[in-house]
């Protein structure tokens, strides 16, 4: 039935017209058939007794008199065909359908009303809705009728010029003009996000009363809504007419099946179908009240408050999300600005303060270290790491060599090399296969050397070496008994305190006076206490600790070695002591970080106070990571912010100046980024839980789609900053809820402590009453909350879609362990040593395997209701590929929702861009489809390594 003309409408006669559309349908059987003329209350046409059509009133802008007269011409070709025509009608009990307009660049389809009467019988009916989804099919060329033709989507057109219409009726109705403004705000940005080709093409807004519908580049036919009466009657959209409980209309039915049979609608159209309805009504409004004084003022204030309760009824059922208004935040920001490689990042100065090096990418996107002279611009790339790219570095002392740390395909076995400044000559400082180094110590009067650790001699212990950066050589300097977990070293470069596991979970720290005198354990820390060496004073005699012992948070302290005294330098009562700011030479603490809301220094070295306060006016946010040179007159400080990219600048110590050395993502400046902000609620057994909740930019907090972001570790914690995922769901429209459950980090050993033996327990629960929480405050939609994390967090997505079943639409699992028992099984062998904490603080695999497999996932895959997305990289020696392997298959058998990806050269977790980049566009893609947020299309991501198993 598809026939395009090469002609316009003012040259196609109407016998030619009926010729290409109804060649096979005999007309005069459609007797009772009215065939309603196009036209609206001032504007239409009547019949004349003779049979003939005039035009009874015609309002300019509505419809072009070219286009009207063809109308009246086929009007009446059709009566003198022996179809019976009337002029309009109002029809209680029957109903108007259009057919409509196709956008620019496509065919214009006629424009004609038809209607049935309560006497016409079901034969007739079902003729005049075949008919009516014929003549929806005529095309035609378009650009004879200027004001007529279909123009692309025109928004302000749409919804603002409605506004300004209705803005007087409502300027004493503070509340509902408000409503009114926010909705259009709301409806705005959806219609800028639709993944729609009609909105690409162009949209057919030319009658909104009676329907709409998209005419493709192939001419099929998307409709989108329709209305069943004229004026009198409200508009329904087609999910209405095609579910709606308890209703069968044949008409309507038989209507839709003349479009579905010729084009059947896709997802994204029937979720378009309810924003179409609200902004034809909001149209219409605008237009009622623009003529009001033409159709009477008390016909529009009864249409103004009637559409008012339509659109608050429309959005309780419709909209779920209050979007982003298109003036603030505009496009999608690109993945790539938050996943890709940083522009510059982690920038330090050399020992004698002339150089600064930074990580950066090189032109083929692969980060590398990079170097400049301090104060000028000759940048210059160091290192070539071929796929992975660098992350860890650090300054030689010898002034010649710069260190930097990588693995392969993140296997985590790190080597240590060494690069030339002059030749850029690069050796593998740790050329042993198959081992892990870690750096113990370096110090500027050793300038030609470095201590590293090594599980050499074997896999499950990191002996210490000495290693010259000079010639390469390789000597063996402390060996480890069994159990020893951390070194350091003094002032003299030589291994006097070790960190050693005992048997029940907890720890040992132990010093010598000298390599040749033995081991002596100063402070035993049981399986309930946290405690660490820091450094040893410059004079060897302190020894600078933090522990929880004789207190419930952890504090800082200084241990006389020999009387075993130890004096308190810093504590708070209700959080941990964090970050330490050491002099590199004087080896004194100058200040100690606190992780309260945000990080928060305090300064115990009055010669530092004014720099603190100097440094703290520079910018807003908090300043962290200070790296400083020999002289100690030039500093580097990182500056950190929830709605801004990381940002570096020097700092000088004479003169008390700052001054700008780059963003990590400068095109992230200045766009419109989420906030942060720190909330509290009470657990079910009355612990106070404390986390992170971020609001979309400019919307309200009122039934939002949401994702429960979950941390890893879980011996970790969240905290207040820049975090580019958070960034990305909340630009995507979700809420964003950070929980620092029971087991976290940072407030205390009785907090962390709540947490042992406790995953899928209460740690779950803390999560859970978190989801609680942020729906009973109105925030979150109920039925649309994701569960995501990586770790830990993927071992509690895993929990959450198995233990908890309905309280997720959707899960997405980043490198989680699935099995308890076998995630123990498959340790790294040098985290051999900590098994007795993991027995201490998840369970005994040799005594508990029944209550691990009772708190793990995969045996409990008959729960599950909704989908499971899950990535994870091959090399993963924290996380074995089979964790995810196993539930995944177990998933299929069940016939369970689940999309697994395998990324071959990644660990734990996703460190090229390419693979983040990959991973993150699915999971955008799969949120899109079971929360309804925001998605930049996928795109190609070339060299990636993910596989969709």
Request: with cysteine; glycine share 8%.
């Amino acid at each position: 039935m598809d026939t395009f003309f090469p002609i316009t409408y003012s040259r196609l006669a109407p016998d030619a017209l009926l010729a290409e559309v109804m060649p096979d349908y005999d007309v005069g059987k459609a007797v009772e058939c009215r065939l309603l003329c196009a036209g609206l209350n001032d504007s239409y046409f009547v019949r004349t007794a003779r049979g003939q059509f005039i035009l009874r009133a015609y309002r300019p802008g509505w419809r072009s008199l070219p286009e009207i007269q063809y109308e009246i011409d086929v009007l009446s070709h059709l009566h003198a065909k022996g179809v019976p025509v009337s002029a309009p009608l109002r029809s209680r009990d029957g109903g108007f359908t259009r057919a409509v307009r196709a956008p620019e660049g496509g065919r214009q389809v006629a424009l004609f009303t038809f209607a049935c009467g309560k006497a016409v019988d079901h034969r007739i009916e079902e003729q005049t809705a075949l008919y009516a989804g014929m003549m929806a099919r005529i095309h035609s060329a378009t650009g004879d009728f200027a004001s007529a033709c279909p123009r692309p989507l025109d928004i302000d057109h749409l919804l603002d010029q409605p506004l300004k219409c209705i803005e007087p009726f409502l300027k004493n109705r503070a509340a509902d003009w408000t409503y009114l403004r926010e909705l259009v705000d709301q409806l705005r940005c959806r219609l800028t996000a639709l993944p729609l080709h009609a909105l690409e093409q162009g949209f057919c807004h030319g009658d909104f009363h009676g329907g709409n519908a998209h005419i493709s580049e192939d001419h099929t036919v998307t409709f989108f809504d329709f209305d069943c009466c004229g004026f009198g009657w409200r508009a329904y959209d087609i999910a209405v007419f095609r579910w709606a409980a308890g209703r069968e209309d044949k008409r309507w039915a038989l209507f839709l099946k003349s479009y579905t049979e010729h084009r059947k609608l896709n997802e994204l159209d029937l979720d378009a179908v309810p924003l179409f309805v609200a902004i034809r009504d909001i149209w219409l409004l605008g237009l009622y009240t623009q003529n009001a004084d033409y159709i009477g003022l008390n016909w529009a204030s009864a249409r103004l408050d009637g559409t008012l309760k339509f659109l608050r009824d429309w959005e309780a059922k419709h909209l779920t999300q209050k979007e982003i208004h298109a003036t603030s935040l505009g496009k999608l920001i690109p993945r790539e600005l938050l996943f890709g490689n940083p522009e510059r990042t982690n920038p330090q100065i050399s020992p004698d303060g002339k150089l600064l090096a930074y990580i950066a990418p090189d032109s083929k996107n692969v980060l590398q270290v990079w170097m400049r002279t301090l104060g000028q611009q000759d940048d210059r790339v160091l290192t070539a790491d071929k796929k992975r790219g660098i992350r860890w570095y650090f300054w030689a002392f010898d002034g010649e060599q710069l260190i930097y740390l990588q693995d392969a395909d993140g296997d985590e076995n790190w080597h240590l090399y060494g690069i030339s400044l002059k030749s850029a000559v690069i050796r593998d400082l740790t050329p042993f296969q198959g081992i892990q180094a870690r750096l113990v110590a370096c110090d500027s009067n050793f300038p030609d050397e470095i201590l590293v650790g090594m599980n050499l001699k074997d896999r499950r212990t990191h002996d210490v070496y000495r290693v010259n950066i000079k010639n390469g050589a390789v000597e063996l300097d402390t060996e480890n008994p069994g159990n020893v977990v951390g070194w350091v070293a003094d002032a003299e470069f030589t291994v006097r305190a070790a960190m050693a596991t005992t048997s029940e979970g907890g720890s040992d720290l132990m010093v010598r006076e000298a390599v040749d005198q033995p081991w002596r354990i100063v402070r035993h820390w049981g399986p309930e206490d946290t405690g660490s060496a820091r450094s040893f004073s410059k004079d060897g005699k302190t020894l600078y600790i933090t522990g929880s012992h004789d207190a419930n948070t952890v504090r800082f302290l200084v241990l006389d070695l020999a009387t075993g005294c130890e004096t308190v330098l810093a504590e708070d009562p209700e959080y941990d002591v964090g970050g330490l700011f050491i002099h590199p030479i004087k080896r004194v603490i100058q200040a100690v970080g606190f992780y309260r809301e945000k990080h928060e220094w305090r300064v115990l070295d009055p010669e530092i106070a004014p720099d603190f306060d100097a440094l703290a006016r520079v910018r807003g946010g908090n300043f962290g990571s200070i790296t400083r040179d020999l002289a100690d007159t030039t500093w580097i400080v990182g500056y950190s912010s929830d709605d801004a990219p990381g940002h570096y600048h020097t700092y000088a110590r004479s003169s008390k100046t700052s001054t700008s050395l780059f963003s990590q993502q400068p095109k992230l400046e200045g766009l419109p980024l989420a906030r942060m902000e720190p909330v509290s609620f009470l657990a079910r057994d009355g612990l106070t839980i404390h986390g992170y909740l971020t609001i979309p930019v400019n919307v309200s907090a009122r039934n939002l789609p949401t994702v429960l972001h979950v941390h890893g570790g879980p011996w970790g914690r969240d905290g207040w900053g820049f975090h580019s995922e958070v960034q990305w769901l909340s630009n995507r429209g979700y809420a964003v809820l950070q929980v620092n459950f029971r087991g976290s980090t940072g407030y205390g050993k009785k907090f962390m402590n709540a947490g042992n033996r406790e995953w899928a327990g209460k740690m779950h629960d803390d999560l859970i009453d978190g989801v609680t929480w942020i729906v009973k405050e109105g925030i979150a939609d109920p039925r649309k909350v994701a569960i995501m994390g990586g770790s830990y967090g993927g071992y509690a997505t895993l929990v959450g879609l198995t233990f908890t079943p309905d309280v997720f639409a959707a899960g997405v699992d980043i490198v989680g362990p699935s099995n308890l028992a076998t995630l123990l099984r498959s340790i790294p062998p040098y985290w051999g040593p900590m098994m007795a904490m993991f027995s201490h603080r998840v369970g005994n695999l040799d005594k508990e395997e029944d209550f691990l497999k009772s708190r793990s996932p995969l045996y409990f895959i008959d729960r599950i209701k909704a989908p499971l997305l899950i990535g994870q990289g091959a090399n993963d020696s924290r996380v074995k590929q089979a964790e995810s392997e196993q539930i995944v298959e177990a998933m299929r058998k069940a016939n369970k929702p689940v999309e697994y990806i395998l990324y071959t050269d990644e660990g734990h977790g996703f460190a090229r861009p390419q693979n983040r980049l990959h991973f993150y566009a699915k999971a955008e893609e799969f949120l899109a489809k079971y929360l309804g947020g925001r998605c930049e299309p996928i795109g190609d991501i070339p060299g990636h390594s993910g596989v969709m198993k």
